[in-house]
């Protein structure tokens, strides 16, 4: 069975302090793993997904499979980076999220 | 549609009572799926659609829950007989095709049950 895991409920930082958001994978084939994310009163909406390699509004995601991991990270929290973040994996035509994560950038 | 449109945004109604939501998916796209958001549980999967065709129900709660498509299009979860626990956002998704294809989701249908 997938199973996806986000350790952090609350994660707190100041601006222009890093910060990087866990995820944990089990998935017996190869996944595909993805960020999502939800802003105030806003649709849920991709922000990465592994097999792009690509940096939106400055954050990065791995992917680990000697640690099933994909953390998220931005070296320079902004303020506006305030956000609910979801940790996905995809399965053939499901998605399956993890708890989620609620990041707030103090000034 | 420019994006995943789903009505009604908000619904209140009494403990009870039937209720439905609509989705109307990103035109063309064929996969169309529900979520269920609330606190405590996270993202739920629902249901997924191909088509017209509902292949995955595996996520619906109980025999009150049930979900239809037409004409490969618009989508209606259908709640009967609603439970305060049925409260919650429901949230549509759609994409072009089942895999490798961006998952697109909709602003969500708030329901509290009263």
Known sequence: ?107 | GAGVSQSPSNKVTEKGKDVELRCDPISGHTALYWYRQSLGQGLEFLIYFQGNSAPDKSGLPSDRFSAERTGGSVSTLTIQRTQQEDSAVYLCASSLGPSRNTIYFGEGSWLTVV
């Open chain 1, 1 to 107: 069975a997938q199973r996806v895991t986000q350790p952090e409920k609350l994660l707190s930082v100041f601006k222009g302090a890093p910060v990087e958001l866990k995820c944990n994978y089990s998935y017996s084939g190869s996944p595909e793993l993805f960020w999502y994310v939800q802003y105030s009163r806003q649709r849920l909406q991709l922000l990465l997904r592994h097999i792009s390699r690509e940096s939106i509004k400055g954050f990065t995601a791995d992917l680990n499979k000697g640690e099933t991991s994909f953390h998220l990270k931005k070296p320079f929290a902004q303020e506006e980076d305030s956000a609910m973040y979801y940790c996905a994996l995809r399965n053939d035509y499901k998605l399956s999220f993890g708890a989620g994560t609620t990041v707030t950038v103090r000034a």
